[in-house]
């Protein structure tokens, strides 16, 4: 019998970065990867993964070093912007895929937001 790994390997990874689906023994490390601590830090690692080859193939341009360096980083710093701008959805879909509640969230944070709400109604009341 074959023991079910419960991290994705090397190439798996690389397939759940472009959105692969990962194996239903590896919800618990997707969970843990999308809403554990520094789960915004990975979603900006995995999110620039897709773009590699974009990467590489900037730097094969013909050209001063320096101009193929500034549309690696023009690149780059596009797609931080739209992986950061859509890191919300991103994260939904991904829980979705996997069978997980799309608004699943890190429990230290909901615990954070609901001492921040108790505040603030003390604070303010009706």
């Given at each position: 019998m074959r023991k079910q790994r419960r991290r994705p390997g090397p190439l798996q990874w690389i397939g759940y970065a472009f959105g692969r689906r990962l194996?239903?023994?590896m919800r618990d490390w997707v969970r843990a990867d999308l809403i554990g601590n520094h789960a915004a830090t990975r979603h900006m690692v995995r999110g620039l993964v897709p773009f590699t080859p974009l990467f590489v193939v900037f730097l094969l341009f013909p050209g001063e070093l320096w101009l193929r360096g500034a549309m690696v980083l023009l690149a780059l710093l596009?797609?931080?912007?739209?992986?950061?701008?859509?890191?919300?959805?991103?994260?939904?879909?991904r829980l979705a895929k996997h069978g997980l509640p799309a608004d699943l969230e890190n429990p230290r944070r909901a615990r954070q937001r609901e001492l921040e709400r108790a505040r603030y109604a003390a604070r303010y009341p009706h």
């Open positions: 194996p239903d023994s596009l797609a931080l912007f739209y992986t950061v701008a859509f890191m919300p959805m991103n994260r939904a879909h």
